[in-house]
């Protein structure tokens, strides 16, 4: 058996120790074959009118540059080298639902301002604003010499690297009822693009003009409310796509036709990582492994707390962000080895860049974690 086997307890559930913020509370360190505190540095300045704090956007990595970029929700953008430094910052002045992408010298930061915003990603300087005039909830996708990223208001739009300007858009009416305060990011291979809608649609989309190559209703019949497909889809190298409709379930499906290969009817799904012939399924409260073959489940765990955003496989271990604190979860079988809580928890989901991680707490410090990789 491939990927991350298939040896699984159902509804494993543990005390889990927990550990603290090094900057207020004992120990220091959490145990160091798990992963080690680099530094932190704080960010976001408290207010008293604040109640639970969340940063929703994660970190991104500036290669060129050996730089973290963190958009935070006091409306800044911000890259940080060693240790913390600031290097820039850039003001848009509203919080953020989605991190940035850093591609080729450019910072692509989605803006709630309903602007996306591409930065020169060694000064800061803005290269160029395509104005949406909708809220932006997704981190960009580079696809070719275009960006893609979606809306709150169900529209993907296709803007031009080199000048900002629209190339095409796609827009569906999203439904009556109430929906998820969650939004699709676009999977990208070759020249077609799959997204996900409020309206429980999954939609294959060709690049070159936004044109449909297929769209499949993934909605559970006659729901009137919480059918979004609001994760991202997943595709894998044999040619399938996988989606979640919050209320319809999970799916299979050919990426090519959109024929549907098999669906489960778990519910409550909100992020998808395909790692070999396993899948983990991160729901509001719970994280799921499934075969991808079939749909069967191998695994399920509870989670006290509604997860943040997507699962993060790094070095054998799953980081799981599950807003009062981060879990590291060992895949095989579900268990939580250890959760740590550097102060208002974690929602945003880690960026691993090589050996390190870089963590944007709830209380807006970015922390860098040295991550050693054996699972204890």
Known sequence: MGGLGAVGLLGACQTVPVYGN?????????????????????????????????????????????????????????????????????RVGTLFYAGATVDDGTVYVPGTDGGLHALDARTGQLKW????????????????????VASQSDTLFAVKRA???????????????FTIH?????????????????????????LADGGVRWEKSLAQAGARQFMDVDT????DASGRVYAASYTGGLYALEAETGDVVWTSVAQGITSLLVHGDVMIATGDDRLDAYLTDNGKLIWSRPLEERAGLETVLVKGMLLVPAQQSLLFVDPRTGRSRIAWNPGKGI?????????????????????????DGRSG
Do not use: C, M
């Open 22 to 90: 090094p900057v207020t509370s004992a120990p220091v360190q959490p145990p160091r074959h798990y992963f080690s505190v680099d530094w932190w540095k704080p960010l976001v300045e408290p207010t008293l009118l604040e109640y639970a704090p969340r940063e929703q956007a994660r970190p991104a990595y500036d290669e060129q540059n050996e730089r973290v970029i963190a958009l935070t929700r006091d409306g800044y953008v911000r890259s940080l080298g060693a240790g913390g430094r600031e290097a820039w910052s850039y």
């Open 129 to 148: 604003r395509y104005a949406a005039e909708e809220s932006l909830a997704t981190a960009p996708v580079i696809a070719g010499d275009l960006v893609l």
């Open 163 to 177: 000048t900002g300007e629209l190339a095409w858009l796609y827009r569906r009416d999203p439904p009556a009822g």
């Open 182 to 206: 969650r939004t699709s990011t676009p999977a990208v291979r070759g020249q077609t693009a799959w997204v996900g809608f409020s309206d429980g649609s999954l939609v294959s989309l060709d």
């Open 232 to 235: 991202s889809p997943v595709l």
């Open 347 to 371: 929602s945003a989901p880690p960026r691993v860049v090589g050996s390190k991680a870089y963590v944007l707490s709830n209380n807006g410090y970015l922390y860098a974690l040295r991550l």
